[in-house]
């Protein structure tokens, strides 16, 4: 019996070496085709999950704190961004993203993934990387919604008229921070030249979503100094892309290629009017095209397909998606369809433009304000400059208006002040090139936290106090 047994054996091990065995069908090449199959279907499920999850965390959080300021007199939008800092890797850890660091160990989301919805370990990056790109890419979609819901309620011909002003705003705004930062970096502090340009450049930028968010609020968006205050920041957003470019390449090569500005300059002009120029032209045509529709959703989904064209077009010739939007929101707000476009808009942004705040705030890293850390104190004493720069620097473009008496040039000076997620873009590019040290990337991110929560509710206060001072004049009067 045991001679038997071990002549199988023998026999079953010479068959399995010879190169005519095949393997039990539990092995074969379908049968592993269809469990990476159900691998795939597995992990597409645990990403929408994930991405369901995130939107609920997301939601809840966006409503909490937008409720809580609106109830102490602060933007709601200042409230949407701090409940995104506390759901984010500066407390919760339940919105956490790749680019800053963290892994699937480090998001709760993941973590309560395998707890619940059986999420393997070998899976948990892959899901993790997944869920968080769909809700960057919904964030950048929000903020596209955002700038096309601002056009459509601006003032293409007040925005004309106010024009020269706002290009001295925006021009003022990009070069006393800048040449401030820069020569304040490197004569003070001692810091590189590439590194201090690239910090100099990050003061440069404007956040418009955050302060036309804020203007829409208060009821401001459409008054001089809002329109203003949007027509710098629209213009500070091309120049800062073309700050951006040039110190970009700066830090890549050590030299600045003059071709690649002037195509900016040149694309960013061309696009703005041309764009203008030719959706005022189709106007008629666009409104006729809707009054013969029959099926639901004829207007917004109409008005959508133009603004993401316009956004395509911006983002292929290497500006800002969020420009275009703005450009087909200006357009369609100078047809007869305009304020059935904005009723019918606001759902559409009441859904996905709290993605983009709350994402800017679960971004934001307070951990680089802990003096206790030893490497976070140079980062301290540069942020603490640069803060002063940031500010002062926005403050003063209010200055620069002229021909406009009685005009609040504060209100337009602190409407420039928050940098948000441009701010942070700069950051980003200059860490990714190397030009930033550890400290001067920290620094920057601290001044765009700063500037970005104190804005909205200062703007919120000079509007106040200018209120109260036209009504004690009345009175006197």
């Known amino acids: 019996m045991i001679s038997s047994q071990l002549m199988a054996d023998a026999t079953a091990w010479v068959n399995f070496f010879d190169p005519t065995y095949s393997l039990p069908s539990l092995y074969t090449p379908q049968s592993l085709l269809a469990a990476a199959a159900t691998n795939e279907a597995e992990s597409s499920s645990l990403i929408l999950a994930g991405v369901l999850l995130s939107l609920v965390v997301i939601y809840f959080a966006s409503k909490v704190g937008g409720e809580l300021c609106a109830r102490i007199n602060l933007p709601p939008v200042l409230g949407e961004l701090v409940g995104g800092v506390v759901v984010g890797v500066s407390a919760l850890h ?30 948990a990056l892959s899901v993790f990387q997944a869920q968080s790109e769909v809700i960057s890419v919904l964030a950048e979609l929000g903020v596209v919604i955002l700038l096309f819901e601002i056009g459509l309620e601006s003032d293409l011909q007040e925005l004309i008229r106010v024009g020269p002003q706002a290009a001295v705003v925006a021009v003022v705004g990009v070069v006393v921070p800048f040449a401030a930062g820069t020569a304040g970096l490197i004569y003070l502090f001692g810091i590189p030249v590439v590194p201090a340009i690239f910090a100099g450049a990050a003061l440069t930028a404007t956040s418009i979503g955050i302060t036309a968010k804020v203007l829409a609020e208060i009821g401001r968006l459409s008054s001089k100094e809002g329109q203003i205050i949007i027509g710098a920041a629209v213009l500070d957003d091309v120049l800062g892309i073309i700050v951006l470019a040039v110190v970009a390449s700066l830090a890549k090569t050590g030299e600045i290629v003059i071709s690649n500005v002037i195509y900016l300059i040149i694309s960013a002009s061309v696009f703005l009017v041309g764009s203008i120029l030719i959706g ?77 705040f709350v994402t800017v705030g679960a971004k934001t890293d307070l951990g680089v304000l802990n003096p206790a850390i030893p490497s976070n104190r140079e980062g301290l004493i540069l942020a603490i400059f640069l803060i002063v720069v940031a500010i002062i620097g926005k403050v003063v473009t209010g200055l620069s208006v002229f021909g406009q008496p009685g005009i609040n040039r504060l209100a337009i000076g602190v409407g420039m002040i928050p940098r ?52 004690s004049s009345e009175e006197s009067v």
Do not use: C, H, W
């Open 280 to 356: 005022r032209f189709l106007g008629p045509y666009f409104v006729a095209l809707v009054n013969q529709m029959k099926t639901r959703g004829q207007l917004l989904l109409t008005a959508l397909i133009f603004a993401f064209l316009l956004s395509y077009v911006a983002a292929a010739i290497q500006l800002e998606a969020i420009l275009g939007a703005f450009a087909a929101g200006l357009v369609l707000a100078e047809t007869d369809k305009r304020r059935d476009l904005e009723e019918q808009v606001i759902p559409v942004a009441d859904i996905l433009v709290p993605i983009f």
């Open 420 to 471: 948000g997620e441009v701010g942070l873009v700069f950051a980003g590019v200059g860490s990714a090139s190397g030009a930033l040290t550890e400290s001067t990337e920290a620094a920057i991110i601290m001044m765009v936290i700063l500037t970005t929560f104190i804005a909205p509710p200062l703007l919120r206060l000079v509007f106040q106090e200018s209120e109260s001072d036209t009504t």
């Open 94 to 123: 339940l919105l956490v993203f790749p680019e800053g660091g963290a892994g699937g160990t480090d998001s709760l989301i993941i973590n309560i993934l395998q707890a619940t919805a059986g999420l393997s370990p070998d899976s």
